[in-house]
């Protein structure tokens, strides 16, 4: 049976730039959604005093939860080989901070999608700095997760590995056995591409999955998709919104993994609107997970729908 986790999408800017918002605080809100895990964001800034991370651990395990999966934002396409050097020890660190929280799965990514970068480049760039991750995961019992992802949120350029294509050739460039997929619905309609048709692809790859729905704030994707190089951030135009309001088949989603026998962890990526949103997405997500899967999430799952 899938398990939840949920990610603090509302709450970044507080915990990752100004500090407005402790990671206590946010322990606390997740503890009413009736979820059994929490993804973390090596960017936290209270992630930065290594002596900290046993304890944030211990925080989230008394509330009845578990640090499964660690986000991070590797940027492996740069074009000088110092500067991936010193990507692949900021993943290494990364990877470390996942083991001490307790967690089996971080995330690792392509890198930017510079102009000057040919595809063939780009995934020979990525795909050796993952492979040279791999084995110092491994011995830590941490598995990789490579996403197809659109956007960090502090990245000047989109995800080189945005588009179905050139996600899927990178996939296949890797095979280990501590490396895996984290599948992204929703990102799959900004690069322009069918969800199903990339899930279908990468399937038998997959580990983890982002659950969100998205919605555009005004123009049309083919207005995001003109716009999405060279501006810092993430896209102005764009907004997570609450799961099941938006384009996403999650049925067609949770037909495919059911099939291919994923039983894992399902990372909620929304809450833009408040902890009351989050709510209902977490009601939404346990009611799929008990139609495809077809057994019991137990009491408190009854108490949350009720």
């Not at 918002?21 to 009413?32: H, P, R, V």
């Not at 991070?72 to 990507?87: I, L, M």
């Not at 990789?144 to 996600?167: C, G």
Request: net charge negative; hydrophobic share 40%.
């Amino acid at each position: 049976m899938p398990k939840l986790s949920a990610f603090p999408k509302a709450y970044m800017h507080a915990l990752c730039k100004d500090g407005s918002m402790k990671l206590a605080e946010w322990f606390e809100l997740a503890a009413t959604l009736s979820i059994e895990g929490l993804e973390f964001y090596a960017g936290f800034l209270e992630m930065e005093d290594e002596s900290r991370w046993p304890s944030f651990r211990t925080q989230v395990e008394s509330l009845g939860m578990q640090i499964p999966m660690m986000c991070c934002s590797p940027d492996f396409t740069h074009p000088d080989a110092s500067f991936r050097s010193c990507e692949i020890a900021k993943q290494k660190r990364w990877i470390d901070m996942t083991e001490a929280l307790g967690g089996g799965y971080c995330r690792v990514l392509s890198g930017q999608r510079r102009p000057e970068l040919s595809t063939a480049q780009g995934i020979q760039l990525a795909a050796d700095c993952i492979r040279e991750c791999l084995p110092y995961a491994e011995k830590r019992g941490i598995t990789l997760i490579l996403e197809n992802h659109y956007k960090d949120d502090f990245w000047e350029y989109p995800e080189f590995a945005q588009k179905m294509d050139v996600f899927c050739d990178l996939v296949n460039a890797i095979d280990h056995p501590a490396f895996g997929v984290n599948y992204d619905p929703s990102n799959a309609y900004i690069a322009g591409d069918d969800p199903i048709e990339l899930l279908k692809r990468v399937s038998h790859r997959v580990v983890t999955m982002h659950a969100s729905d998205r919605y555009l704030i005004e123009g049309t994707l083919e207005d995001l998709r003109r716009e999405e190089g060279g501006a810092a951030g993430y896209a102005k135009r764009l907004r997570h919104g609450e799961i099941g309001q938006g384009l996403n088949d999650y049925d067609a989603i949770f037909t495919e993994l059911r099939r291919v026998g994923f039983d894992n962890w399902i990372s909620i990526e929304d809450g833009v609107d408040g902890i009351e949103q989050l709510q209902r997405s977490v009601v939404f997500l346990k009611a799929k997970i008990r139609q495809h899967w077809g057994s019991s999430l137990g009491s408190a799952t009854a108490q949350t729908a009720r």
